[in-house]
Structure formats: C-alpha cells, structure tokens
C-alpha cells in the first residue's frame, strides 16, 4: 500500500513547480490556464448529462455518455497538471492520461461506424418536409373524399327521384288522359267542364314538375341537335329581360364565331331562364347579370354572373340538391339547380357555381361541342 502510494504520489521527485523556479508569473499563467480548461471540460458532460436526460429519444445515446467520460477525464488531466506543479504526483498524472488514453481511444475507433448511421437519420428539415407533405395529403384526401361523398349523394338524390317521377309521370298520363276523355264527352254547358278543365291544367303543371325532376335524374328525354349559343340567347332575350325587370341590367358577352353545342333546345333555355332567375333573386336591389360564353377546347364555356348575395359554404354545398331552396314557401321550388347540374350531366357537360357571401356567384356550364359516345344513344 505504502509502496503504491509512493509510486503515485510521493514520488520523493521535485514537483513540477521546481521546474519552473517557483517563479510566480510562470506559475499562475500555469494554473490559471489549466483551471480555465478543466473547468470548461468538465461543463461539457453536465451539458450533455443534462440534455440525455431530457432527450430520452436520441439516437445512440452510449456514444454521448462515451464522449462525456472523454470530456471528463481530458479535464481531469489539466488539474492533475495543476497538482504536480506543488506534489510531485507523477505517477498519478500518468494512470489518469492512460485512462483518457483508453477512452479517447475507445471512441475515436467506435465514432466511425456510426457516422453512416448517423448520416442516415432525418435531419429536422427532412421530418418538416416529410411532415408537410402528409398534411397536405391529408388535406387532399380529405377533399376528394367531400367530393365523392357529394357525388354519392347526388347519385342517391338522382335514383331515388329519377324512380318516383316515372312512376308518377305515368299515373299522371293516366289521369290526363281520362281527365281529357271526360271532357271531351262533357256536354258544352255542362257545369263540371270547368273542374275538369282545372284539373287537366294541374296535370299539365304537375308533368313539368316531373319533366324537372326527370331532367335532375339525367333521365328526361332529349333531343340532342347542334345548336347555336347566340341563336338561343337572343331567341329568349325579351323573356330574359322581362323576368330580370328593370332595376337589373343583362350584359351579354358571347365569343365572336362562337362553335355550335350539342344540347336539347328546351333544356339549355330552361337552365338559362333557371339561372338568370335565381340570379334576380340573388339582386333584390338591382344589379348586373353577365351572360359570358367562350370557346375553350373541345367545350363551350358558358356562364351566367350576378352581384348578388352569393352563397354561403352550407348552401353552396346543397344548392344542386332537389328540393333544396332557402327562398320563402311559394316562390322557391328548389329544382332549378337541379335541372341544370342533372341536364348538364346528361350531355356530358359539367356544371361549376363559384359564390361568395355579399359578392356575388358564378355559375359555369361547360357544354360540349360533339355528342359523346354515351350521349348518342340518347340523341338518337
Ligand atoms: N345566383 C344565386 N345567388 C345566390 N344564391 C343562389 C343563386 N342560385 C341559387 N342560389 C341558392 O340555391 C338555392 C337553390 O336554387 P334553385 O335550385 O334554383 O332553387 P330555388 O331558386 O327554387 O330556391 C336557392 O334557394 C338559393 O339559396
Ligand atoms: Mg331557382
């Protein structure tokens, strides 16, 4: 025991100090500089301490606590440096510098391996960009799926209506044809010819009520002729005109040599007056309606815009609905969207509403300028 103590610290050698002459300047440059970097060595596997503890998540934790033993012993090396200036602890100052020589060697070798490894972890931008990127495919998924349940909806809407108003369209043949059979075997005079001249002028509208709801369920009978756009404007301009009234003013803006569509006359004429009526409503205090039509490809892009109220996002998402309508009992039926979006579907068209609260709304018609495949059928 004595021995060892002697071989590590009292060495019976002149400590180190005696080197240098005892000289003061000599001595605390020495000590001051030793004692900086011991100080800020040991500062070093606190910091590191302190951050594994909270990280519980790092990656190849040993290596840190591996690093900090070095970090540890090379500051324990510059206050032994300090010691033997004053305690001729040479042996000491060796055993521990054999020791940093262990450590450092340790995990200078066991560094590299894990260099790849390293390299190969996401870096904090990566995660970002990674992280983005499923957000905004989230918020993509999130959209389609609106988008194909509306669809699903409107599919659902369109079976269910398009089967009622055939079996009611026929029952109504029924009955107008009896009705018309009565009164025309009614005698001139007869006092009940006016019930059933009533009766057959409500057959007469219900009939149009179902052409709408048939029109909806892409299940009304067409007939698909090439047709002029401007021709059909200015055949229902004075209609036109004289639904809007006069505080609203109809600005119309067709394309010069604008191509022929493929649509049913009655159909586009109806959404036409549809639109421009719902466009009037939108504008109680007078406005502008503008009838725009452009040739974009293989579709005519036609639309009717008013300054009116708009839509809010609910009543964007339903006003195609049948039925759907935000007007008072008696002045909306809620079929006239429906009869455009069902007509425009029909042809193989699309129908596109852009609407904002107290601006206005857009409504869009791509219509064709062939028939499609599925549509000739229907012409035919
Ligand atoms: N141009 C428009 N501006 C504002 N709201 C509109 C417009 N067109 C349609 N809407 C909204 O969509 C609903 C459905 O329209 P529609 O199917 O034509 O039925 P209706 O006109 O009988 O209410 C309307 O009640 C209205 O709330
Ligand atoms: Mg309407």
Same mark, same amino acid.
């Given at each position: 025991?004595?021995?060892?103590?002697?071989?590590?610290?009292?060495?019976?050698?002149?400590?180190?100090?005696?080197?240098?002459?005892?000289?003061?300047?000599?001595?605390?440059?020495?000590?001051?500089?030793?004692?900086?970097?011991?100080?800020?060595?040991?500062?070093?596997?606190?910091?590191?301490?302190?951050?594994?503890?909270? *990280?519980?998540?790092?990656?190849?934790?040993?290596?840190?606590?591996?690093?900090?033993?070095?970090?540890?012993?090379?500051?324990?090396?510059?206050?032994?440096?300090?010691?033997?200036?004053?305690?001729?602890?040479?042996?000491?100052?060796?055993?521990?510098?054999?020791?940093?020589?262990?450590?450092?060697?340790?995990?200078?070798?066991? #560094?590299?391996?894990?260099?790849?490894?390293?390299?190969?972890?996401?870096?904090? @931008?990566?995660?970002?960009?990674?992280?983005?990127?499923?957000?905004?495919?989230?918020?993509? &998924?999130?959209?389609?799926?609106?988008?194909? %349940?509306?669809?699903?909806?409107?599919?659902? +809407?369109?079976?269910?209506?398009?089967?009622?108003?055939? /079996?009611?369209?026929?029952?109504?043949? #029924?009955?107008?044809?009896?009705?018309?059979?009565?009164? =025309?075997?009614?005698?001139?005079?007869?006092?009940? &010819? *006016?019930?059933?001249?009533?009766?057959?002028?409500?057959?007469?509208?219900?009939?149009?009520?179902?052409?709408?709801?048939?029109?909806?369920? =892409?299940?009304?009978?067409?007939?698909?002729?090439?047709?002029? #756009?401007?021709?059909?404007?200015?055949?229902?301009?004075?209609?036109?005109? %004289?639904?809007?009234?006069?505080?609203?003013?109809?600005?119309?803006? +067709?394309?010069?040599?604008?191509?022929?569509?493929?649509?049913? =006359?009655?159909?586009?004429?109806?959404?036409?007056?549809?639109?421009?009526?719902?466009? %009037?409503?939108?504008?109680?205090?007078?406005?502008?309606? %503008?009838?725009?039509?452009?040739?974009?490809?293989?579709?005519?892009?036609?639309? #009717?815009?008013?300054?009116?109220?708009?839509?809010? @996002?609910?009543?964007?998402?339903?006003?195609?609905?049948?039925?759907?309508?935000?007007?008072?009992?008696?002045?909306?039926?809620?079929?006239?969207?429906?009869?455009?979006?069902?007509?425009? /579907?029909?042809?193989?068209?699309?129908?596109?509403?852009?609407?904002?609260?107290?601006?206005?709304?857009?409504?869009?018609?791509?219509?064709?300028?062939?028939?499609?495949?599925?549509?000739?059928?229907?012409?035919?």
């Amino acid at each position: 025991m004595n021995e060892l103590r002697r071989w590590l610290i009292e060495t019976g050698m002149p400590p180190h100090g005696y080197c240098l002459l005892w000289q003061p300047d000599l001595l605390a440059l020495h000590v001051i500089s030793d004692a900086v970097i011991g100080l800020a060595y040991f500062s070093i596997p606190i910091a590191l301490a302190v951050y594994l503890r909270r *990280r519980r998540d790092t990656h190849f934790t040993w290596v840190v606590w591996l690093f900090a033993a070095f970090i540890l012993a090379c500051g324990t090396t510059h206050f032994l440096s300090i010691l033997v200036l004053w305690v001729p602890a040479y042996g000491l100052e060796g055993v521990v510098k054999a020791l940093t020589a262990g450590i450092s060697i340790a995990t200078a070798i066991l #560094i590299w391996p894990l260099l790849p490894k390293a390299l190969a972890l996401p870096s904090p @931008a990566q995660l970002q960009r990674l992280n983005d990127q499923l957000l905004k495919e989230a918020e993509e &998924r999130a959209a389609v799926e609106g988008q194909l %349940r509306q669809a699903q909806k409107m599919e659902a +809407l369109g079976q269910l209506t398009g089967g009622i108003a055939h /079996d009611f369209n026929n029952l109504l043949m #029924i009955v107008s044809g009896n009705v018309e059979r009565a009164l =025309r075997h009614a005698p001139e005079q007869a006092p009940e &010819r *006016r019930n059933l001249e009533n009766a057959l002028t409500a057959t007469t509208r219900a009939g149009q009520l179902t052409e709408q709801l048939l029109a909806f369920a =892409r299940k009304g009978s067409l007939l698909l002729i090439s047709q002029d #756009i401007g021709d059909i404007i200015r055949g229902v301009h004075d209609l036109l005109a %004289r639904a809007a009234g006069e505080r609203i003013a109809i600005e119309v803006a +067709l394309a010069e040599d604008l191509p022929p569509v493929v649509v049913d =006359r009655n159909q586009l004429e109806n959404a036409v007056l549809n639109l421009l009526i719902n466009a %009037r409503d939108a504008m109680p205090g007078g406005g502008v309606i %503008r009838i725009v039509g452009e040739d974009v490809g293989p579709e005519v892009k036609f639309s #009717i815009s008013d300054t009116g109220t708009g839509m809010d @996002a609910q009543t964007l998402e339903r006003a195609t609905e049948p039925f759907f309508t935000t007007k008072p009992v008696g002045s909306g039926s809620g079929l006239g969207l429906s009869q455009v979006y069902g007509f425009v /579907d029909q042809i193989g068209g699309r129908m596109e509403i852009v609407s904002e609260p107290g601006t206005g709304t857009v409504v869009t018609l791509y219509l064709p300028k062939e028939a499609g495949p599925d549509v000739a059928h229907i012409a035919g």
